[in-house]
């Protein structure tokens, strides 16, 4: 492919890029973002909009979902929002698959694009890593989700497979398992949420945190962040 049509395809990505962040931001009502009954009446419109036709929405989200990872490069207020439509089981679902997809597709076009800055930034920082990953390629990335990237910037981490070309089937599967148990925690926590604001008068945050559907998945978290420790003294820590 060509020099200009690679600078054309960059020039295009980044355009769509700006469309796509100011139909977000300007969707927003920033004056009642401190108003509760704002977010009870977009919980009570969505609620309604979901359940018109769950397969239709299921499928608009998933599209959403591979778009804004592969335009912004993190998925965290995706799997929140997942939990808040869907609740935490069919959230799970449809947000492990896109947030994956969508990732991969961020790693293609950091590949094809940007392949060797992300290397001139990026590989002396984990050449450490580099030889773990070329050894068992599905095997170390798995973990390496599963520990949430060492802390890594989720956007970085759907790119640091470049340092090591990583086949393209191993990168979605291994970050498809690896993200499951944390993208279920945070679902599980969206629904959480999506029940307290329905069933609430007003806001208070202890009442908030002493839900049970926020504070278990809190523990839960927290034991997955200590599990995660002991996984990366053992793997990483070369």
Known sequence: ????????????????????????????????????????????????FISKNLIIN????????????????????????SGILFGKWLGTFISIISISVGALVLYSIGNFFFRNLVKDILEKKFEKYIKLFQKNEFYYFFIYRFVG????????????PILFSMKKINYFFASLLGLMPGFFIFNTIGAGLN???????????????????????ILM??????????????????
């Open 221 to 238: 978290f927290a034991g997955l962040m200590i599990l995660s420790f002991i996984i990366k003294k053992k793997f990483f820590d070369v």
């Open 149 to 160: 990237g060492l802390g890594v910037p989720f956007g970085l981490q759907n790119l640091i």
């Open 1 to 48: 492919m060509s020099k200009n049509l690679k600078i054309f395809l960059g020039i295009a990505y980044l355009l769509i890029l700006f469309i796509f962040l100011y139909f977000i931001f300007s969707s927003i009502q920033i004056n009642r973002l401190g108003d509760f009954t704002y977010y009870k009446d977009i919980q009570s419109e969505l609620d309604n």
């Open 58 to 81: 299921l499928i608009y989200f998933f599209i959403f979902a591979i778009i804004w990872v592969a335009l912004l490069g993190f998925g965290s207020p995706i799997v929140i929002v």
């Open 195 to 217: 029940k307290y604001i329905k069933n609430a008068e007003s806001f208070d945050i202890l009442k908030l945190i002493f839900t049970p559907e926020i504070y278990l998945p």
